[in-house]
């Protein structure tokens, strides 16, 4: 158990659904992300929020919308996914800042199947 | 930019000793991380090196050398449950904490 949360653990939705990924950090931290994990590939950084602040968005196509409404909760917002979105979403959270190990913890992330 | 390589899978047996290497290039390093992720499970922190040397914590040693670009993960005593894939990271002075991660190495430890 990290103290960070994610919702639902598993998702299989069709190209023209919406749904939405949520994560929930118990650890009082300030930055949050979200990671893309496919199979054979490295986690792949989709987003850094740090103080609710989006502050890295790694050229992810637009159908992926995130929001991070406080610095506990980060939500990914999925519309007219593709089949080769499929894959593990992991959240992370780090204390915040520039200094120090500021090491992430991650959640046990949201398996998504697109069919 | 950030490359970062380290082998695909290894094997060792139960009781043994394993290095898992990771070489990376970097324009400003800031700090390398080496995470253990279980299968369908969520990467957990092992260790974290920012300066030259060995850092020793239990059965899990990690060492790093910038001028080489060049840090290794070492595994002693090794047990069954160390079946994992090992995940080496690198974070650049440019990011507040992001980190660009290697593909992992998937290490099976047989009896």
């Known amino acids: 158990e990290t103290g960070v949360t994610q919702t639902p653990r598993h998702l299989v939705m069709g190209m023209t659904n919406k749904k939405s990924l949520k994560c929930e950090q118990h650890l009082g931290h300030n930055a949050m992300y979200w990671y893309k994990q496919s199979a054979k590939k490295p986690l792949e950084l989709m987003f850094v929020?740090?103080?609710?602040?989006?502050?890295e968005n790694n050229s992810v196509p637009i159908r992926f919308s995130p929001e991070c409404p406080n610095s506990s909760h980060l939500f990914l917002h999925l519309h007219t996914l593709q089949p080769e979105d499929s894959a593990l979403y992991l959240c992370?959270?780090?204390?915040?800042?520039?200094?120090?190990?500021?090491?992430?913890?991650f959640g046990p992330g949201t398996r998504l199947t697109v069919l | 930019g950030q490359n970062i390589d380290q082998p695909t899978e290894m094997t060792a047996t139960e009781g043994a000793i394993v290095q898992i290497n990771c070489t990376y290039q970097t324009s400003g390093f800031n700090g390398l991380f080496w995470y253990q992720q279980h299968a369908g499970e969520a990467p957990t922190f092992l260790s974290y090196n920012v300066l030259d040397g060995l850092e020793e914590k239990g059965r899990f040693s990690s060492f790093l050398s910038r001028s080489k670009g060049y840090s290794y993960l070492l595994l002693k005593e090794l047990q069954m449950k160390d079946s994992a894939s090992y995940l080496c990271a690198v974070r650049e002075n440019s990011g507040y904490s992001t980190l660009t991660f290697g593909k992992g190495t998937m290490l099976l430890v047989s009896p």
């Open positions: 992370a959270s780090t204390p915040g800042g520039l200094a120090g190990k500021n090491e992430q913890f």
């Open positions: 929020y740090n103080f609710k602040e989006q502050t």
